[in-house]
């Protein structure tokens, strides 16, 4: 008969749990191919164990923070990269693991220093060279984003998004052509990418390549039909070519792909003038402006549309708000004097036109209707035109008319002059009509004035300044009102 402390052992070795699995198997089992939910549950398990190596406790933790990612909890999964960090700084990959999710969590900053930090002890790790290379190149440091993407491309030439992104930077630096080249290049490694072919559209368009800009983009937006960069890109580049119906197309599909977005109405707007659609123009600039209103070149678009418009006043009030905030602003003073000349405000028009003469970048027309407010102010007005002349080559346009007001040529000779470059004909024709008319009425000759004002409205097109103060030269010939003043 056994003793009973044999019979008790048996019954305890029967009771007693089975040996633990070796700790390396249990490593094993963390690290293995898992569904993310799995692998964090395997990884937790052998966390616990608190006699794990810390380089082990490190890999282990790296692996549950890529499950967390897997599932989108970016949060948890920097917070087991960044211990395990803790445990082994120098690990470069754990450093790009960091960096990255430090830019999904919006630390830019801080995703740039695990970058550099990773490349200190890896030199030849070309995602950190991409990746903070692309940083820079967001924050604008395009010199030194062209460096890293330099060596990334060299360490990894087959990337397409490193292709991709060296293109970007070369775009910004102002080297179209080798943009251009850079982006081809990426597409040859990455055929289709959006991104790259945005990039080629818009080096194209930087180099007035229209018709290849909007090829790409539109290969971009065959890809997704949503993409919003390459729809206003396409849009612009479809105004830039003067294929203004298809312009107004793209802004209006970005309109509703962006809604309340000011941008896309300013486009249009742009594109409606340019095919005398003044109303539109006005009520898209009016849009814009409630969200900006000081911006320069929407009133000035919506002062165009309203002077279109015959709303001469609204007009006048949109420059001079602009002037408002910048008083010597030309192309707002020289607006607001033809304006003003359209109204008949000689004294004021008379102002304004002197002091934008004074302005390097003043229009060359703005002599001329300087000539024309003086006159009607009856200010001596010969002096200041004779110096605006003096410049100007006797053939070069607007030169002819210049002469004209002063007594040196004839009309027909103006209207030859027009007439002499085929390209530019009909608009300086249409100017030439405008100004004989003026000069005509200024020397009451109604039936001469009548007659060259009427062919000014026949030739010129509905936007031309030239239009509307035709329009309104013929308003005081009816109205009797056409003589000059007979003094300040």
Same mark, same amino acid.
């Given at each position: 008969?056994?003793?009973?402390?044999?019979?008790?052992?048996?019954?305890?070795?029967?009771?007693?749990?089975?040996? !633990?699995?070796?700790?390396?198997?249990?490593?094993?089992?963390?690290?293995?191919?898992?569904?993310?939910?799995?692998?964090? @549950?395997?990884?937790?398990?052998?966390?616990?164990?608190?006699?794990?190596?810390?380089?082990?406790?490190?890999?282990?933790?790296?692996?549950?923070?890529?499950?967390?990612?897997?599932?989108?909890?970016? @949060? =948890?999964?920097?917070?087991?990269?960044?211990?395990?960090?803790?445990? $082994?700084?120098?690990? !470069?990959?754990?450093?790009?693991?960091?960096?990255?999710? #430090?830019?999904?969590?919006?630390?830019?900053?801080?995703?740039?220093?695990?970058?550099?930090?990773?490349?200190?002890?890896?030199?030849?790790?070309?995602?950190?060279? !991409?990746?903070?290379?692309?940083?820079?190149?967001? #924050?604008?440091?395009?010199?030194?984003?062209?460096?890293?993407?330099?060596?990334?491309? #060299?360490? $990894?030439?087959?990337?397409?998004?490193?292709?991709?992104?060296?293109?970007?930077?070369?775009?910004?630096?102002?080297?179209?052509?080798?943009?251009?080249?850079?982006?081809?290049?990426?597409?040859?490694?990455?055929?289709?990418?959006?991104?790259?072919?945005?990039?080629?559209?818009?080096?194209?368009?930087?180099?007035?390549?229209?018709?290849?800009?909007?090829?790409?983009?539109?290969?971009?937006?065959?890809?997704?039909?949503?993409?919003?960069?390459?729809?206003?890109?396409?849009?612009?580049?479809?105004?830039?070519?003067?294929?203004? $119906?298809?312009?107004?197309?793209?802004?209006?599909?970005?309109?509703?792909?962006?809604?309340?977005?000011?941008?896309?109405?300013?486009?249009?707007?742009?594109?409606?003038?340019?095919?005398?659609?003044?109303?539109?123009?006005?009520?898209?600039?009016?849009?814009?402006? =409630?969200?900006?209103?000081?911006?320069?070149?929407?009133?000035?678009?919506?002062?165009?549309?309203?002077?279109?418009?015959?709303?001469?006043?609204?007009?006048?009030?949109?420059?001079?708000?602009?002037?408002?905030?910048?008083?010597?602003?030309?192309?707002?003073?020289?607006?607001?004097?033809?304006?003003?000349?359209?109204?008949?405000?000689?004294?004021?028009?008379?102002?304004?036109?002197?002091? !934008?003469?004074?302005?390097?970048?003043?229009?060359?027309?703005?002599?001329?209707?300087?000539?024309?407010?003086?006159?009607?102010?009856?200010?001596?007005?010969?002096?200041?035109?004779?110096?605006?002349?003096?410049?100007?080559?006797?053939?070069?346009?607007?030169?002819? @008319?210049?002469?004209?007001?002063?007594?040196?040529?004839?009309?027909?000779? @103006?209207?030859?002059?027009?007439?002499?470059?085929?390209?530019?004909?009909?608009?300086?024709?249409?100017?030439?009509?405008?100004?004989?008319?003026?000069?005509?009425?200024?020397? $009451?000759?109604?039936?001469?004035?009548?007659?060259?004002?009427?062919?000014?409205?026949?030739?010129?097109?509905? #936007?031309?300044?030239?239009?509307?103060?035709?329009?309104?030269?013929?308003?005081?010939?009816?109205?009797?009102?056409? =003589?000059?003043?007979?003094?300040?």
């Amino acid at each position: 008969m056994a003793s009973f402390s044999s019979r008790m052992l048996g019954v305890f070795a029967l009771l007693a749990p089975l040996p !633990a699995e070796p700790a390396a198997k249990q490593d094993l089992a963390c690290f293995a191919p898992a569904a993310a939910e799995e692998k964090i @549950v395997l990884c937790t398990s052998v966390l616990a164990d608190m006699t794990l190596p810390p380089a082990t406790h490190a890999l282990a933790l790296l692996a549950r923070g890529e499950a967390h990612a897997t599932l989108g909890d970016f @949060v =948890k999964a920097y917070a087991d990269t960044n211990t395990a960090l803790l445990l $082994n700084p120098h690990d !470069a990959a754990a450093l790009v693991t960091r960096g990255k999710l #430090r830019e999904t969590l919006n630390t830019p900053d801080k995703a740039e220093e695990d970058y550099t930090a990773a490349l200190k002890e890896d030199s030849g790790l070309a995602e950190a060279y !991409a990746r903070r290379g692309k940083l820079r190149l967001e #924050r604008g440091a395009n010199t030194e984003a062209l460096a890293d993407l330099t060596e990334a491309r #060299r360490l $990894n030439p087959g990337d397409g998004e490193t292709q991709s992104l060296f293109a970007a930077a070369r775009l910004k630096s102002g080297t179209g052509d080798d943009a251009i080249a850079a982006f081809t290049a990426a597409l040859d490694a990455k055929p289709g990418d959006p991104a790259a072919l945005r990039g080629r559209a818009t080096a194209y368009a930087q180099h007035g390549l229209y018709k290849e800009a909007i090829a790409d983009f539109t290969s971009a937006l065959v890809v997704n039909a949503s993409d919003l960069a390459a729809r206003e890109g396409r849009g612009v580049a479809y105004l830039q070519s003067s294929n203004f $119906n298809a312009a107004i197309a793209d802004f209006t599909a970005l309109e509703a792909l962006k809604p309340g977005d000011p941008a896309p109405f300013f486009f249009r707007a742009t594109a409606l003038l340019q095919i005398n659609e003044a109303v539109a123009a006005d009520e898209d600039f009016t849009f814009f402006l =409630k969200k900006h209103p000081a911006d320069e070149e929407a009133l000035l678009g919506r002062a165009l549309a309203r002077q279109m418009l015959a709303n001469h006043t609204g007009a006048e009030a949109d420059l001079s708000l602009i002037l408002a905030r910048a008083p010597d602003a030309a192309v707002a003073l020289a607006m607001r004097g033809f304006i003003r000349v359209i109204l008949g405000k000689w004294k004021d028009a008379s102002a304004d036109l002197a002091q !934008a003469a004074r302005l390097p970048n003043a229009p060359a027309d703005v002599a001329l209707w300087r000539f024309i407010a003086e006159s009607r102010a009856g200010l001596p007005a010969a002096t200041a035109l004779t110096a605006a002349a003096e410049p100007f080559a006797p053939t070069t346009w607007p030169a002819p @008319v210049m002469q004209y007001f002063l007594g040196n040529v004839s009309g027909d000779q @103006v209207l030859d002059a027009a007439e002499r470059e085929p390209a530019f004909a009909l608009e300086r024709l249409c100017e030439a009509y405008y100004y004989l008319g003026e000069a005509a009425a200024l020397l $009451n000759d109604s039936e001469s004035a009548h007659k060259m004002l009427t062919a000014a409205i026949g030739t010129c097109k509905i #936007r031309h300044t030239e239009y509307a103060g035709a329009k309104a030269a013929l308003q005081r010939l009816a109205n009797g009102s056409q =003589k000059p003043a007979k003094g300040p």
